[in-house]
């Protein structure tokens, strides 16, 4: 079955660094890949999204992923981050199919949420 | 404000009660999704409807029921409430009734059960 594995709960990174989540991804052919960023009481907004071609994908605020299919990998980048980017991000993967064989789903990461530093 | 509504914002319940949730989704859109967000599970797909029909269903419990309105509005019925069941429930919705078209979520309904 597919899954997502965010290994990290929470980071910390000071505003102007470079920010780096993390995703791996358990899958048997090419996956539809996906990060949505929820901010602190607000629904969950897509950043990106990975289908197929170019491995590297631009979203919105400035980030960016890139598909790894040796790795399993769909990590989340961002040059400089900013106060505003603190939230939690969710990797997810499209499953084909969902229970019961019905019509296929999003399959979320358990969230890392990250914290900026001033 | 990603044009999902959904109500009430807050809903505080007993066990073995029964609670409805509404979801309003953008104009023109035609799919409606919910999901469960908790501490322990994260976050989990639950159902889909399109254009009144269901689409796609998650490992949704027999206690939890939804359907979709002529309007679109959908409504997810919770009913004999469990301590476990205290989640956040969030509606999505997105133009067309493939699960990878961009799912607009609205801001949730946190529903706690005491």
């Known amino acids: 079955a597919q899954s997502v594995t965010q290994p990290d709960i929470h980071i910390t990174v000071s505003e102007g660094a470079s920010l780096e989540l993390r995703c791996n991804y358990s899958?048997?052919?090419?996956?539809?890949l996906f990060w949505y960023v929820q901010s602190p009481g607000q629904g969950l907004q897509l950043l990106l999204k990975y289908f197929s071609g170019d491995t590297l994908v631009q979203g919105i605020k400035g980030f960016e992923a890139e598909f790894k299919r040796s790795q399993s990998s769909f990590n989340l980048r961002k040059p400089s981050v900013h106060w505003s980017d603190a939230a939690e991000y969710f990797c997810?993967?499209?499953?084909?199919?969902?229970?019961?064989?019905?019509?296929?789903?999003?399959?979320f990461g358990k969230g890392t949420k990250l914290s900026v530093k001033p | 404000d990603s044009g999902v509504t959904q109500t009430p914002k807050h809903l505080i319940t007993a066990t073995g009660q029964r609670v409805t949730l509404r979801c309003s989704p953008r104009s023109g859109d035609l799919s409606v999704y919910w999901y469960q967000q908790s501490l322990d599970q994260g976050l989990q797909f639950l159902i889909q409807?399109?254009?009144?029909?269901?689409?796609a269903k998650g490992n949704i419990l027999e206690r939890f029921s939804a359907q979709q309105f002529p309007d679109l509005h959908s409504e997810l019925n919770l009913s004999s409430l469990e301590l476990g069941d205290s989640a956040l429930y969030f509606c999505a919705s997105s133009a067309s009734e493939q699960y990878t078209d961009t799912q607009y979520f609205g801001p949730g309904t946190r529903l706690t059960v005491l």
């Open positions: 899958y048997g052919a090419t996956p539809y």
């Open positions: 997810a993967v499209g499953s084909p199919r969902g229970y019961g064989g019905s019509q296929g789903n999003l399959i």
């Open positions: 409807y399109y254009n009144g029909e269901e689409r």
